[in-house]
């Protein structure tokens, strides 16, 4: 389970605990709440374990998380409700001020039907915050059906009544290539697991190449070059929809 931690109620995930991915993408998340102006209510649409169920019960007075029964048997927490097989969210219409979907759409083998039960229970001018991979191994399988491209989301979207505040792409082909460098060498260490010690240390030492590029991402020593030239390669993306009117 994805640990988010919390300084000053500044919530992140540690570069050094967690993949450079979901730290760049979950930053961008973070900061795109701030666009929110009314925090009545949120539903966290395929919350899985509820990596942002602290988090969004401080933004918001009334959370409620939902999840795919199926999908969510590989979790350790339960949903308030299930997401049936039809897609249907067991809520009445314009029931939530904001909606988050992080790294699920590529889950739903059905994405069209699952944007139109969004739109169906999201309050008139109410936002949608979520992310989606590009760059990412097959994973909770078999329910791994899709890798998203931005011309594909974008149109996803607004056929199905969003307007599109933000879609942003995250990393670039070097990012991209030092995280795929620490996975790969990582499958030689997993048969250590059980030795905890040299296991951190061997895992730390594989790590630093992709520490390095968040770091230097940081300071702003990569930036338009890298992602003039190498930005078609994201990690995935980060998208803010508005419901449109």
């Not at 307007?163 to 620490?182: A, H, P």
Request: one cysteine or more.
């Amino acid at each position: 389970m994805l640990g988010l931690s919390h300084r000053n109620r500044k919530y992140f995930y540690s570069i050094f605990s967690h993949p450079v991915s979901r730290v760049m993408k979950s930053e961008l998340f973070i900061k795109y709440f701030k666009l929110i102006d009314k925090r009545d209510s949120v539903l966290d649409y395929g919350s899985g374990d509820g990596p942002y169920k602290e988090m969004l019960k401080h933004y918001f007075e009334h959370y409620v998380a939902a999840d795919y029964q199926v999908t969510n048997a590989h979790h350790s927490v339960r949903p308030d409700i299930f997401i049936d097989d039809n897609q249907n969210v067991n809520v009445d219409d314009e029931s939530f001020s904001c909606v988050v979907i992080s790294e699920v759409l590529e889950h739903v083998y059905r994405p069209h039907e699952a944007l139109q039960e969004i739109n169906r229970v999201l309050s008139p001018n109410g936002f949608v915050i979520g992310t989606v991979p590009f760059f990412m191994w097959e994973h909770e399988k078999p329910y791994d059906f899709h890798r998203y491209t931005y011309f594909g989301l974008k149109r996803m979207f607004e056929d199905n009544g969003f307007e599109i505040v933000k879609l942003d792409y995250v990393g670039d082909i070097v990012g991209v290539s030092t995280y795929g460098f620490s996975k790969l060498l990582g499958n030689f260490i997993k048969p250590i697991r059980k030795i905890k010690p040299l296991h951190f240390v061997l895992k730390t030492i594989i790590s630093i190449p992709s520490i390095l590029y968040y770091f230097l991402v940081k300071v702003k020593f990569i930036k338009s070059f890298f992602m003039k030239y190498f930005g078609e390669y994201p990690f995935g993306f980060v998208f803010v929809l508005r419901k449109s009117v």
